[in-house]
């Protein structure tokens, strides 16, 4: 299994939980979920994944944080079908390997989950939307899913084709990933620049280390 995989290299490079201890079997631990959290850009298509999934992930918004609980996000599930497949055409992946024309055909995203914002765009809101799609993507990992965060789309298309009342900000696409990532140490100062290699996608991290100030 990828997860499996990803746990053990994991373990080998970055050392088991970061404290030298390994994870309760069974009972994944957040290390283990972040992980699994990568930004998938293939999927399988034969796995279809259900309107039920996309609520349970939109249903850990009342239980995160929220800019003066303003609670100023609102959600869309798109499920397989004509409005994914309108959502699918105004979205961007992989600006980092242009060259790639991500996804490789065969592998688009089929569901997603569209995130509107009720005010205009301000700090308060960009804030809540990272806490709101880590969460999501979180609960869609312990499903064994997994997804992309898309910010690279044209909105008025997207607000057109699902008629939405509010302004989208976001596009997180959801699926069963078909592709292997595999995370790179690095150290300030090197290039951060995602890149594959023999079929395989390679995300460069900052150590903790390098992330503490001293």
């Known amino acids: ?45 034969d796995y279809v994944v259900h309107r039920r ?18 609670q100023r996000l609102r959600f869309r599930p798109v499920v397989k079908g004509p409005e994914a497949d309108a959502v699918g055409r105004h979205i961007r992946m992989g600006r980092g390997l242009p060259e790639l024309h991500l996804p490789f055909p065969g592998t688009e995203p089929e569901a997603f989950i569209v995130v509107c914002s009720t005010v205009p765009e301000n700090p308060g809101i960009d804030i809540d939307l990272g806490i709101s799609l880590q969460s ?40 069963k990933p ?19 290699k023999d079929g395989t996608h390679y995300v460069p991290k900052l150590t903790a280390e390098d992330l503490t100030l001293k």
């Open 136 to 175: 999501m993507l979180l609960k869609a990992v312990e499903m064994g899913l997994g997804g992309l965060i898309i910010r690279n789309f044209d909105r008025e298309p997207v607000r057109e084709a699902l008629g939405l009342p509010f302004e989208p900000v976001a596009v997180l696409a959801v699926g």
């Open 1 to 45: 299994m990828a997860d499996n995989y990803l746990e053990k290299r994991y373990e080998e490079v970055f050392g088991r939980d970061g404290a030298g201890r390994k994870s309760a079997p069974h009972r994944p631990s957040l290390d283990t979920l972040l992980l699994r959290n990568r930004s998938f850009r293939g999927y399988d298509k």
């Open 53 to 70: 999934q996309l609520d349970a992930m939109i249903a850990v918004n009342p239980k995160v944080a929220s800019s003066i609980n303003l």
């Open 178 to 196: 078909a592709e292997r990532i595999e995370l790179v140490p690095v150290h300030e100062g090197d290039n951060l620049g995602y890149y594959r």
